[in-house]
């Protein structure tokens, strides 16, 4: 699917030399995305705008080289969106409903990622015993609160939450900071990413992890979302 036009400036200062690789990707979303459901309808023309420049513009808050997390991946956004813009990453997408998974699996290798992504099929709090990552992402997948108890736990001691939030995210600092502060986070932080590339700028809350909490302490409520327990649990390494 070819960016825009009117977008191509924006998506090659992001994508580079691997934009034919981002092309690829989104006509995935828009052709299996939508008939599998992870992409609604309308969105298809809005692929570009809304969803991958959005989610590359926050290569900027990753170091090089670093280990990323995705939680609640759905159809690799922004997890593939980062693999694909900076292939110095190794990034795991951890997503618990069998459809998606199935989805970015075949994603994956359709796009050669292979090397550099892992696909799992669990819900983040299963997720602990995995290698702690350097930058833990998720977008669109719960309040602060809960995404805090869910993501700061799978992020090494001076890693970070990159939470990719809309337009109330100062409010919702505000309102679960001292929540984020007890799962043994810093101070969160509100950044706009891509400026002067993407209008507007994406809005990412950053969050430091600091310290290690007591398991208890670092539990969140459960979401209502549904998803497989471990018993049904598939992991797939790439």
Known sequence: MPVPAELRPAAEALFGDRLDLAAEYAGLLATDGVIR???????????????????????ELIPYGASVVDVGSGAGLPGIVLAVARPDLSVTLIEPLARRVSFLDEAVTALGLDESVTV???????????P????????AVAPLDRLGGWCLPLAAIGGRLLALKGASAADEVAEHREALTRLGGGEPVVRRCGAGLIDPPVTVVEIVRERVVAAGRSKAPRA????STSDSRRARRH
Request: hydrophobic share 40%; net charge positive; aromatic share 2%.
């Open 224 to 227: 209502g979302r549904s998803g």
């Open 120 to 130: 799992v099929r669990a819900r983040a709090e299963e997720s602990r015993e995995r």
């Open 37 to 59: 459901g992870l992409i609604g309808p309308r969105e298809a023309p809005r692929l570009w705008d809304r969803h991958l420049l959005n989610c590359a513009a926050v290569v």
């Open 132 to 139: 702690l990552a350097d930058v833990v992402t998720a977008r």
